[in-house]
């Protein structure tokens, strides 16, 4: 079964400061994605990859940034947090775009 | 591009009943479909995977049922126990290049015991 780590698991930000959530695939997939999910509106797709270091824009990209240094690792950068921003985060990972993701655990973020 | 919309939102069986969860989505050409189960604070496990044009996949307490005719996917939680309760997300492959799955707003499962 994949695997998929993040880190940090949760974390307290302060509004204007820089964020970075790391995710971690240890299973050779091409594709990571970054979802963030909020009550009431699922999860929602911010920036995904499938090679390294190039990145795609998802379907709510403002205010993050993204960077896949390695076909491993898959990052999401908030320059300057949010209160909006405050949400779990999400990352997966697949062989390909239209298959089986593996999620993560997750890391619950609160921007205050 | 597709849209999926997932029903009910909010679903509460006592212990042995069924619960049924709805899913339809608009683009004809869609092929791989997805349920997914996520406990409370935890992350999301994938349940089943079907693409066949209508397909009856029996899981471990669970049955789901692709219709491509109507564009249709449903799961249905036989004799559902406490520990169903959890939220459920359906997933369906965007078709052509956008390279992503889309994901319907979940289902809350409360199984009273």
């Known amino acids: 079964e994949a695997a998929v780590t993040q880190s940090p698991r949760s974390k307290v930000a302060v509004t204007g400061g820089k964020v970075t959530l790391s995710c971690h695939q240890t299973?050779?997939?091409?594709?990571m994605y970054w979802y963030r999910q909020d009550t009431g509106h699922g999860l929602r797709l911010i920036h995904y990859?499938?090679?390294?270091?190039?990145?795609e824009k998802g379907d709510i990209p403002d205010g993050y940034k993204a960077s896949r240094p390695s076909q491993e690792n898959f990052s999401l950068i908030l320059e300057l947090a949010s209160l909006s921003q405050t949400a779990v985060y999400f990352c997966?990972?697949?062989?390909?775009?239209?298959?089986?993701?593996?999620f993560g655990p997750g890391t619950r973020l609160l921007v205050l | 591009g597709e849209q999926v919309e997932q029903r009910p939102p909010h679903l509460s069986v006592r212990e042995g009943d069924s619960a049924f969860i709805t899913c339809t989505y608009t683009?004809?050409?869609?092929?791989?479909f997805f349920w997914y189960k996520q406990e409370p604070g935890a992350s999301l496990q994938l349940l089943m995977k079907?693409?066949?044009?209508?397909e009856i996949n029996e899981g471990q307490g669970f049955t789901v049922l692709l219709n491509k005719k109507d564009k249709r996917l449903s799961l249905n939680l036989t004799a559902a126990h406490p520990g169903d309760s959890a939220a459920y997300f359906c997933?369906?492959?965007?078709?052509?290049?956008?390279?992503?799955?889309?994901f319907g707003l979940g289902t809350t499962l409360q199984v009273q015991p």
């Open positions: 997933a369906v492959s965007a078709p052509g290049n956008t390279r992503k799955l889309i």
């Open positions: 299973n050779n997939h091409d594709y």
């Open positions: 079907v693409f066949s044009s209508t």
């Open positions: 683009d004809p050409n869609s092929y791989y």
């Open positions: 997966a990972s697949s062989w390909d775009s239209q298959d089986t993701q593996y």
């Open positions: 990859s499938y090679v390294a270091d190039s990145t």
